[in-house]
Nanobody, 116 residues
């Protein structure tokens, strides 16, 4: 069983920054994809950003230019640097991994609240 543990969420003022980290209990080097999703109250879970095997990154239009996803294979972590945060970024953020066989794992989620 693969475990994903997120950290770094919290309360931040509009315009502020946060860095989320997801530590995976196995090597991430062979994964097909890793990413971050988020779910706001009353809304469906949506993709925020992901990294596909080979290094291609994808971002939701709403976060392009503000968020950056990265990986550290030595530490088995995937991170999300979030800048210029807006109240509409408030959500529970979930880490997700997909193996080469298509097995999906999710983290437990970390709350991000953007409010003055």
């Amino acid at each position: 069983q693969v475990q994903l543990v997120e950290s770094g969420g919290g309360l931040v003022q509009p315009g502020g920054s946060l860095r989320l980290s997801c530590t995976v209990s196995r090597s991430i080097a062979g994964l097909a994809a890793m990413g971050w999703h988020r779910q706001a109250p009353g809304k469906q879970r949506e993709l925020v950003a992901n990294i596909i095997r080979g290094g291609t990154t994808n971002y939701a239009d709403s976060v392009k230019g503000r968020f950056t996803i990265s990986r550290d294979d030595a530490k088995n972590t995937v991170s999300l640097e979030m800048n210029s945060l807006k109240p509409e970024d408030t959500a529970v953020y979930y880490c997700k991994t997909i193996s080469m066989l298509g097995v999906v794992y999710w983290g437990q989620g970390t709350q991000v609240t953007v409010s003055s």
